[in-house]
């Protein structure tokens, strides 16, 4: 069972990036996959979710509006499409995969999701 996170780079502010968060050896339809994102010495703070159906997305407030999440059940992954970067959304993003609706782990760092990412760095330069 592996979820991976990856697509983070460096980026201008202003700029796009897409992360991907792809999984493997488990029913991806089944689950609820959530991004989070953390700066070193702060809480890990979730940014959105999805489900299985149409339309079942979220967006914290901090991102919202910026952000665009998707998944390709055929490629068991799901992508964060991320605009108007800005230098305070530098952090480490993580994906997570549960079996409960987004609105169940409702982007609590310390739930238990089932599965986790490695992370992928984002830097944003000014």
């Known amino acids: 069972v592996q979820l991976q996170a990856f697509g983070g780079g460096l980026v201008q502010a202003g700029g796009s990036l897409r992360l991907s968060c792809a999984a493997s050896?488990?029913?991806?339809?089944?689950?609820?996959i959530t991004w989070f994102r953390q700066v070193p010495g702060k809480a890990r703070e979730g940014v959105s979710c999805?489900?299985?159906?149409?339309?079942?997305?979220y967006y914290s407030n901090s991102m919202k509006g910026r952000l665009t999440i998707s998944s390709d059940n055929a490629k068991n992954t799901v992508y964060l499409l991320m605009n108007r970067l800005k230098p305070e959304d530098t952090a480490v993003y993580y994906c997570?995969?549960?079996?409960?609706?987004?609105?169940?782990?409702?982007?609590?760092?310390?739930?238990?999701?089932?599965?986790w990412g490695q992370g992928t760095q984002v830097t944003v330069s000014s």
């Open positions: 997570a995969a549960d079996r409960e609706p987004c609105t169940y782990s409702d982007y609590d760092p310390e739930y238990e999701y089932d599965y």
């Open positions: 050896g488990f029913t991806f339809d089944d689950y609820f």
């Open positions: 999805i489900g299985s159906g149409e339309g079942d997305t």
